[in-house]
């Protein structure tokens, strides 16, 4: 007869993974954590966060430009040009018009919202685009005049 243990974080057991041997532990998957010792399952990571590794005890909110919008992920995904994301974020919000963002991610200000396009460009909600020759636009400005 083999003795039950207490599975450490991370791990949970399973006798369905270890027939006939119910001491055996195993590693929660890429994109699930456990937090308590003597688990049976593990649980999905949240939408915002991740777990890129087995045997997470804890999973990890997504990065400022960053989003993940489903459960149990082992990545979070990069905002696109024109899009930004607080961190922990479940989707990228599109800039406005008049304002851009250029994809940066992480540790950049930048990534935490979108910027007013310098004056003689506009936005698109997007990008900066120049004026046409003859015309002008403020900072911030979504057409040329």
């Known amino acids: 007869m083999t003795a039950c243990i207490k599975c450490q974080t991370g791990r949970f057991t399973s006798p369905l993974s270890s027939p006939g041997n119910l001491s055996a532990c195993e590693l929660c998957a890429v994109g699930q954590y456990q937090g308590s010792t003597g688990a049976h399952a593990c649980i999905g990571c949240a939408a915002g966060q991740f777990s890129g590794v087995r045997g997470a005890d804890v999973c990890v909110e997504c990065l400022t430009g960053y989003h993940q919008s489903r459960v ?3 990545a979070c995904v990069m905002c ?3 899009t930004y994301s607080p961190q922990a974020a479940t989707a990228c919000t599109p800039c406005a018009a008049g304002k851009h963002h250029n994809g940066a991610a992480a540790s950049s200000t930048e990534a935490q919202s979108c910027s007013d396009c310098e004056a003689g460009r506009f936005g698109d909600g997007g ?14 400005a979504s057409a040329c005049s």
Request: glycine share 30%; aromatic share 4%; net charge neutral.
């Open 80 to 82: 696109g040009v024109g």
């Open 72 to 74: 149990g992920r082992g």
């Open 127 to 140: 990008t900066c685009i120049a004026c046409d020759a003859g015309l002008y636009a403020p900072a911030g």
